[in-house]
């Protein structure tokens, strides 16, 4: 079946810090691909997206390519800010068609925490 | 954005009593939402997938008469967990996808079986 897996947390980095968090997949055919964020007392929240290989989503400063050909979607921020403090999880849902189409995966979180 | 709520936040019942959760989408309609389940430093597990109108569709391993989902309306799915036990303690989360296939979240329900 599918799977996410992500870098294990905590992460802690001092502001301005360059930001990766590794995430990989195993999915049959082509996955849409999600990172979501978690603040504190707060539901998820999408973050971004990359729907087919060699896409890049994009928001907030933070940035990730779908790799078809490592099976990744690492995500990094160039210059991470205190107020990126939470929880950021990888998710995956199957190609359109499959048994998980719109049903997501999700990896197991990671913690980051950024200090001033 | 589009907002999903969940009552109760938080909720410590006894064991062998039964506890509801509600999820409602507040400023879309829904025709499906998800149920997960989260553990501590776990990843989110979905339950099942409800369906308005309909009945929900469990993923492997979920007892679906201990964990009764109704979706009797656009904006509204509960989530029953019957006959909670202290292994049911857990942190539920409910979503709720909008007409172009978008995932909205809850902020979870912290349940506590004494």
């Known amino acids: 079946g599918d799977s996410v897996t992500q870098m294990e947390g905590p992460v802690t980095l001092s502001e301005e810090a360059f930001l990766t968090i590794n995430c990989t997949y195993t999915?049959?055919?082509?996955?849409?691909l999600f990172w979501y964020v978690q603040y504190p007392g707060e539901g998820l929240q999408l973050l971004l997206k990359a729907t087919k290989a060699d896409d890049k989503g994009s928001n907030k400063g933070f940035e990730a390519t779908y790799r078809k050909e490592t099976t990744s979607f690492h995500l990094e921020k160039g210059s991470v800010q205190v107020s990126d403090s939470a929880v950021y999880f990888c998710?995956?849902?199957?190609?359109?068609?499959?048994?998980?189409?719109?049903?997501?995966?999700f990896g197991q979180g990671t913690i980051l925490t950024v200090h001033p | 954005g589009a907002v999903v709520s969940q009552h109760p936040s938080r909720v410590i019942c006894k064991s062998g009593t039964s506890v509801k959760i509600e999820c409602r989408s507040l400023d879309f309609q829904a025709t499906t939402m998800f149920w997960y389940r989260q553990f501590p430093k776990q990843s989110l597990m979905l339950m099942a997938t409800s369906n308005e109108g309909s009945k929900a569709t469990y993923e492997q391993g979920v007892e679906k008469d201990k964990f009764l989902i109704n979706h009797a309306s656009l904006t509204l799915s509960t989530l029953t967990v019957t006959s909670a036990h202290p292994e049911d303690s857990s942190f539920y989360i409910c979503s709720a996808r909008d007409r172009d296939h978008e995932q909205y979240f809850g902020p979870g329900t912290r349940l506590t079986v004494t």
């Open positions: 998710a995956l849902s199957g190609e359109a068609g499959g048994t998980s189409y719109g049903k997501l995966t």
């Open positions: 999915a049959t055919g082509y996955p849409s």
